[in-house]
C-alpha cells in the first residue's frame, strides 16, 4: 500500500508561481513512478508531469513543459510539482498517483490507467 498526500494549492493570479507538494508514505519501494494529474469539474484527469522514483528521468504534458519543473526527495519521500507563469487555463484539482512498474515505455504513463494509488487532490485557482 501506498499513501500520498497533496498540498500547496491556493488562489493565485496570472503569472504568479507555486509549489506543490505529494507526501508519499508506505511502499515506497514498489513505486516506478510518480506522477501530477490534474482535473477540471466535467473533464477528464489530464497528465501534466512525472518523474521516476528512482532514476529521476522526468517527463512533461506540452502544456506546462518550460513552465512547470517536477522533483522528488528520496530521503524526505516527498515529489514537487513548481509552477510558474501560472495561466486561468491551469486552474484545477491537482493529483498525485503512484504506479508499479509494468515494462512499459514512459508515455504508458501519461495516461489514467496505470496508476494503483491516488491523493485527494488540492486546489489550484489562477485568476486572470
Known amino acids: 500500500q501506498v499513501t500520498l498526500v497533496e498540498s500547496g494549492g491556493e488562489l493565485v493570479r496570472a503569472g504568479d508561481s507555486l509549489r506543490l507538494s505529494c507526501s508519499v508514505s508506505?511502499?515506497?519501494?514498489?513505486?516506478?513512478?510518480v506522477t501530477w494529474f490534474r482535473q477540471v469539474p466535467g473533464k477528464e484527469r489530464d497528465f501534466v508531469s512525472g518523474?521516476?522514483?528512482?532514476?529521476?528521468?522526468?517527463f512533461y504534458s506540452d502544456s506546462v513543459r518550460g513552465r512547470f519543473t517536477i522533483s522528488r526527495d528520496n530521503v524526505k519521500n516527498i515529489m514537487y510539482l513548481q509552477m510558474t507563469n501560472l495561466k486561468p487555463e491551469d486552474t484545477a484539482v491537482y493529483y498525485c498517483?503512484?504506479?508499479?512498474?509494468?515494462?512499459?515505455?514512459?508515455?504508458?504513463?501519461?495516461?489514467?490507467?496505470?496508476?494503483?494509488?491516488w491523493g485527494q487532490g488540492t486546489q489550484v485557482t489562477v485568476s486572470s
Open positions: 508506505g511502499r515506497t519501494g514498489t513505486i516506478y513512478v
Open positions: 518523474i521516476s522514483w528512482s532514476g529521476g528521468v522526468t
Open positions: 498517483a503512484a504506479s508499479p512498474p509494468y515494462g512499459k515505455a514512459i508515455d504508458y504513463y501519461t495516461a489514467p490507467q496505470p496508476y494503483t494509488f
